[in-house]
């Protein structure tokens, strides 16, 4: 079975609730969100393997610590995933970026695949698959299928909320996909929206309706 983290560091909780407040205009929920995708990939990164290095300082030499050859690749499920990214580039500025466009039927709920880019080694890197919700798990699920599908190996989820349905569909598809979350909250509503959740991560990152 993954790996469920909630992270419960206080920047992330206070910058949510400012998240999940319908006050709060696109420029700032934007901004919030870029903000708590760094503080998430801070977290998500902290196992990544060091190796020794040497260098020269301005006052010796010095053995010092850098990552040990890991690329990193982030994977945003369009649109909403969009929103995180920016965050997580400006501590892994490295890190490759592909994309897999998904939308839901509003009939079924089920997710329809429609775009899909991604770096050529995936199945070489580890993958951070994110999106800022987690409710029925149908996205998710697909977007992680189509990218074992293609090679990937080494996967993660980052979402910034979720549903309790939403994580068990994951679990159940991927138990070796790890879950990232800022918080766990209550259910579905019968609508597939998550309570008390945040409203449509998509149309309020582009203040659409």
Known sequence: MSKLYVFDHPLIQHKLT???DKSTGT???RAL???VSALMAF?????LPLEETTI?????EATTQIISGKKIGV???LRAGLGMVDGILKLIPTAKVGH???YRDPETLKPVEYYIKLPTDIQERELIVVDPMLATGGSANDAIHSLKKRGAVNIKLMCLIAAPEGVELVQEEHPDVDIYLGALDEKLNEKGYIVPGLGDA???LFGTK
């Open 18 to 20: 400012y998240i999940r």
């Open 27 to 29: 420029k700032e929920f």
């Open 33 to 35: 969100v870029d903000e």
């Open 43 to 47: 977290e998500i990164t902290r196992d």
């Open 56 to 60: 020269q300082t301005p006052v010796t």
């Open 75 to 77: 994977i945003p499920i």
């Open 100 to 102: 897999v466009g998904l």
């Open 202 to 204: 998509g149309d309020r």
